[in-house]
């Protein structure tokens, strides 16, 4: 089953976190983690609505000033979502610089603090110097963040000696399109399938009219065909893809049943390894899991594919070492630490994750 999500790491799997999401169908994308961002074209920033913040270490946020260097003369709402003090954080950034000649900027940023029980929300608006303005708060309703015809984003509430979030994205519904059908019925594949795809998620009526341009043999071709008879014949609805995204966390008994809570059935999970299986006590000093632990939390949670990634530089001589151990527990082999050992990481990125785009 093709991905609805276009997804990739920014960095290599030792570089700051940074998952962009593409949404095809709706030419945006979503950020998940804000750490260095440069590699990414101002092509893809652009594109960029939301970002999750799973916390404000420095490594998970320092790519704000990037985003908000290459957004700041764009008529563009952006939101940030992150945990408890999240709005301080943002705040902070922007008091930090002066903005006394940005006129006929209009660059919104709304800040959703994200708290046990409450969402807290506040924004900064760049005709006012981005001061901050309160919005309101509103009830924490099973971690959800954002819900929207095509998709919703909730979150876990997860210990990282600070608070720290964990993410969920999932599609409403999968649509799959049948091209045998497709085909019998004259008609291409090509990119207006995004737009009967839009239609069908939009719930427009059987009437609606897509039209259909192509070419064949140097001669252009065009047709106008009914929504309903698409739907009917060469739609298929399955249950929505899952993408899960966890990041820096202790091997504790409250994070396991956050994540699994979370992470349940997705098809596709991200989730950092930061130490290997022999440097457990440095990964539970530090909060974070270690290789073997990541793999099995992927296994426990029903994970379809894994994929781990914020290894800690300290190991950057052995990417391939820490890959398999995590893989290696993900397939229930939890074996134990190979120290030293050279295995091939042919296994470290789904078949669907894009490679980056630099
Ligand atoms: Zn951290
Ligand atoms: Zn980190």
């Known amino acids: 089953m093709a991905s609805s999500f ?15 999401v593409g949404l095809p169908w709706a ?12 590699r990414l074209s101002a092509g893809h920033l652009l594109k960029i609505s939301d970002v999750f913040v799973s916390h404000a270490h420095l490594d998970h946020f320092v790519g704000f000033d990037h985003l908000l260097r290459v ?3 764009r008529s563009k709402a952006l939101r940030l979502y992150g945990p408890t003090g999240f709005i301080d954080h943002v705040g902070g950034k922007l008091r930090g610089y002066a903005w ?5 900027y209009s660059l919104t940023i709304e800040v959703h603090e994200v708290g046990p029980d409450r969402v807290r929300r506040a924004r900064f608006v760049c005709p006012n110097g981005f001061r901050r303005e309160e919005v309101g708060d509103r009830v924490a309703v099973d971690g959800l963040l954002l819900s929207e015809p095509e998709f919703q984003v909730r979150c876990a509430q997860l210990d990282h000696r600070i608070p720290c979030l964990g993410f969920l994205l999932e599609e409403t519904v ?31 009526p059987d009437d609606f009219p897509l039209h259909v341009t192509w070419s064949r043999g ?9 929504l309903g008879t698409l739907r009917r014949v060469v739609v298929r609805e399955r249950p929505g893809q899952k993408l ?12 396991h049943e956050g994540i699994l809570a979370l992470a349940r059935g997705a098809d596709l999970f991200y989730c950092e390894a930061g130490y290997p299986a022999w440097d457990a006590d440095r990964a539970r000093a530090r909060y974070h899991l270690t290789t073997v632990q990541a793999g099995r939390l992927a296994a426990e949670a029903g994970a379809r594919r894994f994929s781990v990634f914020h290894l800690s530089p300290k190991y950057r001589d052995r990417p391939g070492e820490l890959v398999a151990e995590a ?22 990125l789904p078949e669907n994750v894009e490679s980056n785009p630099r």
């Open 27 to 38: 030419r945006r994308a979503l950020l998940f983690d804000l750490g260095d961002i440069s």
């Open 327 to 348: 893989m290696g527990a993900f397939a229930g082999g939890a074996r134990q630490s190979p120290h030293g050992l050279a295995v091939d990481d042919t296994r470290q």
């Open 174 to 204: 999968h649509l799959n399109v049948d091209t045998t059908r497709l085909e019998a019925l004259g008609l291409p594949v090509g990119p207006w399938l995004m737009d009967l795809k839009r239609a069908v998620r939009a719930g427009q």
């Open 100 to 104: 006394n000649l940005v006129d006929g």
């Open 218 to 226: 140097g001669h252009r071709e065009e047709r106008c065909v009914a």
């Open 6 to 20: 276009r997804a990739f790491l920014v960095n290599d799997l030792f570089g700051d976190p940074a998952l962009y």
């Open 244 to 255: 899960a995204y966890v990041t820096d966390v202790l091997d504790s008994a409250a994070n």
């Open 71 to 73: 957004l700041l003369g």
